[in-house]
């Protein structure tokens, strides 16, 4: 499956954006999805995951806990990211993954695909 990731762009702090990334090959249904997100100097990070089937079965990083939320829509093999409430610590490259479970996990190394990344930047 190939995913690309777009929405993301420079932002006051306080404000929002909504990521979107667009899958294509295997159907969309079949995976479960996450966001990670790198910023400069530091390690790959969690942000928020959807397990297959969506609804309920979502989990999120504490940090983005209450301000962000996950959701997809199959019918148009698309995974979103809406972020309320930026601040400057959530500006980072933020990628979306796959991985060919029903479950989903805030392990990067357990999913499969990935996207090319989308940049976030929160100015205070």
């Known amino acids: 499956v190939q995913l690309q990731a777009y929405g993301g762009g420079l932002v006051q702090a306080g404000g929002s954006l909504r990521l979107s990334c667009a899958a294509s090959g295997r159907p969309f249904s079949s995976y479960a999805l996450g966001w990670f997100r790198q910023a400069p100097g530091k390690e790959r990070e969690f942000v928020a995951a959807?397990?297959?089937?969506?609804?309920?079965?979502?989990y999120y990083a504490d940090s983005v806990k209450g301000r962000f939320t996950i959701s997809r829509d199959n019918a148009k093999n698309t995974v979103y990211l809406q972020m309320n409430s930026l601040k400057p610590e959530d500006t980072a490259v933020y990628y979306c993954?796959?991985?060919?479970?029903?479950?989903?996990?805030?392990?990067?190394?357990?999913?499969?695909?990935w996207g090319q990344g989308t940049q976030v930047t929160v100015s205070s």
């Open positions: 993954a796959a991985r060919l479970r029903a479950f989903m996990s805030i392990l990067p190394t357990e999913y499969d695909y």
């Open positions: 959807i397990s297959r089937n969506g609804g309920s079965s979502t």
